[in-house]
Every structure is written in C-alpha cells, then in structure tokens.
C-alpha cells in the first residue's frame, strides 16, 4: 500500500542553489520544519551514486517528521534509498515501466505540461500530476512555454489525480494556486535560494492556508 501523502507544500531541492549538498539537507530541515509536506531531490547533473548518498542523507535527516522524500527522474537511487516516491517527466521513462520498477508500494509523480497529457493520466499507475510551468523559471530553462495560472486550471480540472503547480513560485502565489484547483504548491528558488529557509517557508505555509481557506468558502 502506498503511503497517504500532502502535496501542499511541496519542495524541489536544487542543490546547486542551496549551496551544496550539506546545504541541502539543512535547507531540507529547515523547511520542513516551517511546514513543508514534501521533498524532491532533484539533481539532474549527479551521478546514480551521489543521488543515493544525498537521498539516504535526507531521508534520516527527515525521519520523525510527515514530510516525504521524492526522487526526480532517478529510478535506481529512489530504489536503493528506498525514497516515498519517483517523479518523472514525460521523457523520463514510459509511466508504465516506472511502475514496474518501483513496485507498488512508492509514490509515482509525473510532469505533465498540456491539456492532452493531463487527461490522459493513468490514475491506477500515477499517483499525482505536476502541473507546469505556471510562470516562466530559471531552474528549468528548458521548459515549455508558461502556462498561466488559466492554464493551471484548465490541466487541473482535466487531471484524474491530484496535482501540485510547479515553475515560477513564491508565496505570493499560493491563494492563485488553490483557487485554480491544485492541491499543492511546488517551490525551488522560493526556499533554495533564500538566506533563511526555514523563515521563508512559514511565510509559504501561511500563504498556503490562506489559499486552503479562501478555496473552501468557494467551493
């Protein structure tokens, strides 16, 4: 069984914009503790072996809190660290061998970027979507093009699974985000490039209540 999971506050870990790996596992602590629920690692520039190692660190830096360790693109580290869950983008692998790999019993996260891809999400083998991008974002200089926050609803309605906005956000956002239907906020330069991550991330958890409160009184 897989495990239950909050895509509220949801932090990619860049390691070059933390400044490190010993870096990243502080940011890490620090913004769980300012109330991040989830944590990808995402290091396309590593090797197999450094992701594992960087994994295996934050996952028992991480142990005692709720917030869970997702592993981008990378299915041999998420394996060997034994992480919640895999993230994959639409030219990772197919979702169909993702699964397989990684059995049933982690998390699988795919990207999706139009209205096409997000419709046709597998429910059974997805667990969730990562919308995006939603603004323009120097962490993936080659994403497609912004989608908007119009465009953030459209793909959110069409998703079978829940799904968390990725590309361009801060706290500013957060009440957009959940008025859009999204169930969480992804974030990267927001926490990884902040001098106090753990400040910036109870400014995030605050936005995101509010974002949660105003989206149940319209609903």
Known sequence: MRPSFDLSFYLVLDPALCGGYEATVRTALAAVAGG???????????????????AQRLKAALAGSAALLIINDDVEAAIAAKADGLHIGQQDMPVAEARRRIGERMILGLSVETAERAAAIDPVRVDYAGIGPVFATPTKPDHQPPLGLDGLARLAALSPVPSVAIGGLKAIHAPAVFAAGAQGIAVVSAICSTPD??????IITQAIQRGKNLASQRS
């Open 197 to 202: 991550p753990g400040a910036a991330a109870e």
């Open 36 to 54: 991040a629920t989830m944590v990808q690692l995402r290091d396309k520039e590593a090797s197999t072996s450094r992701m594992v190692e960087t």
